[in-house]
């Protein structure tokens, strides 16, 4: 199984009345991460698309959909609401009988659910920054330990390389 972790866009700032859950991509996240899955779509290609519930978590999960043309909606998932554990998360995994997925959540849970997933242990996890995408690969079924990190990219990673470039 191909497993995606995209972090959500840059969202609307906190304060004020806004909750967080209500928290919108502000139009550089949509942006951002556009360009970033724009970047990776011949690399990136799930089969479904799981978010957390959150809605800059759906409004990415949205912008991905339609960027690496995947023909189911994205579903909303309570594991990936923040503060789940990765059990929570592996546990939604193994329900699934597909070979590539995307989960767009949070950080730090990402970065949790990565460790977890290649080194067995919920610490010491990878940064993934907004609208930062990583591939982890594991032979079989999800499970704590059983993953290899294939690939990470950042916006700005993508955005020195030349050729991936959008606006000189």
Known sequence: MKLYLLRHGKATAKGGATVDANRT???GGRKC???TLQSVRK???PNLIGSS????ALETAEIASRVLK???LPLSLDC??????PAAVVRWLRTRETSAILLVGHMPDLAILAAYLVS?????????????LCCIEMKGKARRGAGRLEWLVTPSLL?????VQRHP
């Open 25 to 27: 991509l502000t139009p």
């Open 33 to 35: 991460t556009e360009e």
């Open 43 to 45: 690399s990136c290609q």
């Open 53 to 56: 519930p959150l809605l800059r």
């Open 70 to 72: 995947v023909r189911e």
């Open 80 to 85: 990936l609401r923040p503060g789940t554990t």
């Open 120 to 132: 067995g242990t919920p610490s010491g996890g990878i940064a993934l920054k907004k609208s930062g």
């Open 159 to 163: 955005g020195s390389i030349p050729e």
